[in-house]
Structures are given as C-alpha cells and as structure tokens.
C-alpha cells in the first residue's frame, strides 16, 4: 500500500504541487488565477469543477487571506469536496440468496478489462474469497487466453468459450458454473467494441440478461485509461448509455498526471471511481482513497 501511495503520488504530484506553489505566490491576481485554471483543465478536472474549485479558493482567500491559515489545508479541503467523499465506494461482491456476487468489467478494448479482473481476483483470493473467471470477451482473439493466464496465476479457475463465440453464453457458463461449485465471486471479462453503439448495446445487454436469469450482476464496473483524458469521457458517456454503471475503475494512472479524470468522470456519470489501476503487476490496484488521492496530490 506504501508502494502504491508513493506511485501515486509520483504521478499526480505535479498537480497538487503546481497548485501550492500558484498559491503561495505573494501576490494573486487574475493572471495567478488564470494560470490555476490552466493548470486544472491541463490535469483534465473539466470544465464546470474547475470554475467551481477555482470560485471557491477565490472566495476563501479573500475571506481567510493566505497568510495564518495554511494554504495547504485550504487547498487540501478544497480538492477533498471536489473528489466528494461522501460517494459509497465499497465493491459489491456478495451474491444474493447464498449466490456468488457478479462482477461485470466493462469498457473498451486496451483500457486494461483484463488485467483489472485478474488483479482484483488476486484481491479477492487475499480476502479468503473463491472466486471464478468468465473469459466473455471473446471478440480479442489474446483476450481469452490472457485471462487464463491470470488465472493460473493467482490460483483461480476460468470459464472460456470458443472464439470469436457468443459471449453471453460464456459469462452464463461462468455464473452456472461459479453457483454449481459455490464460490463467492464471479468476475466476468467482456469485450469492448466501440464501432458501434447498438452493436456494443445489444452485447452487455445480452450478457447482463443472461446472467441474470440465473442471479444478479451485483456490480458493473466500467474500466477507463486515465491517459486518454477527453476520449475517455466520451467512452464513459456511450457506456452509461449502454449499461448501468455502478463503479468506474480509473487504470494507468501511474502513467499520467492527468488525476483531474477522477473528478470529472465521477461528476459526468455520477458514480464513484472505486479502484485505481496504478502499474501492470498483479499487486498494482488499489481501492480509490479520496484522502490518500489528495494527499498524494499536495504530496
Ligand atoms: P483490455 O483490452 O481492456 O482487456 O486491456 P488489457 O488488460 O489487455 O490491458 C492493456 C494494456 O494496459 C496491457 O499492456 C496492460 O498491462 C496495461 N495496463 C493495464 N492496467 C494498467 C495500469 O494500471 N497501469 C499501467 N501502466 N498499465 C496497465
């Protein structure tokens, strides 16, 4: 965990850090003020909760003056309301009726589905839960045998079809089989193609149907890449048109000081980001801390 806070702050800690030194200037006027909009949009918080962030600094500066109260807390307080949390951002992994809870991973291909199931499996097992993998993204021809690999890895079984299958039929598989043998949780992988709308809406809505006649999906996590900034937004947006979102999973955030993506996705879709994707090793996810984030961030 020490590890993981210390990556983060590596990444994100221009942010917080340009802030500060804004802030600590002598003298802020509106040129200072510009520039920590600049330096806001630049992280990717958007728009609406950088003008808002940036009236409310405005006002407790003028109210509290810079000098006495540290700027430091002001900030921290700040940026604390603007990743909000009071947002619910506890996984929802227990089944109902004595079922394993269903993970849904949802997104497009490359954002890092597979890699996130296979960690959060790891976290799962760490937490003394079975757990089983459904292989439904049948569309990637690697995507399968990826995911297998991972499982092999952290010691759980995965449920595959054939490819270029049906994958409602193997996340259905995967739930038969995770209620046949009673494990706790089942992870399911889809595919995430974004040519097309009504294409990727009939596919998870199917898979989600399907599964669900025989128990409920208990979460649908929606996997963005932090450094694709804006394109992830637009992503964000075709999906929670598509399915309902209950947890965004922000990966690659080791790999960009774009952290404003946090607060703009969760204001654009209303839900909590619940994990963060900070490197490619099986250790490297974390549960989102908003403390631990803005922390990181003022370093
Ligand atoms: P999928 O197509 O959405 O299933 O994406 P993959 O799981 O195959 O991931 C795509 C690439 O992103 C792989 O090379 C992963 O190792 C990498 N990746 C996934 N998550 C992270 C992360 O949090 N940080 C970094 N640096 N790379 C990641």
Redesign the pocket.
């Known amino acids: 965990l020490v590890r993981l806070r210390e990556r983060l702050s590596r990444s994100q800690g221009p942010l917080g850090r340009g802030l500060l030194a804004l802030l600590s200037r002598d003298v802020i006027d509106e040129d200072t003020w510009e520039e920590i909009e600049d330096t806001l949009l630049t992280a990717d918080v958007g728009v609406a909760p950088t003008q808002e962030l940036v009236a409310r600094l405005r006002t407790r500066v003028k109210v509290e003056g810079t000098s006495g109260v540290s700027i430091k807390d002001i900030l921290r307080q700040e940026l604390l309301t603007l990743v909000d949390p009071s947002m619910d951002r506890s996984l929802h992994v227990e089944g109902v009726d004595g079922a394993p809870g269903v993970v849904l991973m949802v997104?497009?291909?490359?954002?890092?589905?597979?890699?996130?199931v296979g960690k959060l499996a790891r976290v799962l097992v760490a937490q003394d839960k079975t757990v089983i993998l459904g292989a439904a993204?049948t569309f990637?021809a690697a995507?399968a045998e990826?995911l297998a690999t991972w499982g092999e890895r952290v010691g759980v079984p995965a449920v595959r079809g054939p490819e270029g299958g049906d994958p409602a039929s193997v996340a259905f598989e995967a739930v038969r089989e995770g209620i046949a043998t009673g494990v706790d949780v089942v992870l399911v992988?889809t595919a995430?193609r974004l040519q097309n709308k009504a294409g990727l809406m009939d596919e998870l809505g199917k898979v989600k149907r399907v599964v669900e006649k025989q128990t409920p999906v208990t979460e649908v996590l929606l996997?963005l890449d932090a450094t694709t900034g804006q394109n992830g937004m637009s992503q964000a947006r075709v999906f929670r048109e598509v399915v309902n979102v209950t947890g965004i999973v922000l990966?690659?955030?080791?790999?960009s000081a774009k952290g404003g993506i946090v607060v703009a996705v969760q204001r654009e879709l209303g839900v909590p980001v619940k994990l963060v994707?900070?490197?490619?090793g099986a250790d490297?996810l974390a549960p989102f801390s908003p403390d631990d984030f803005v922390d990181a961030l003022l370093g």
């Open positions: 997104g497009v291909n490359g954002t890092g589905k597979t890699t996130t993204d990637r995507a990826q992988d995430g996997v990966t690659k955030l080791d790999g994707g900070l490197g490619e490297d």
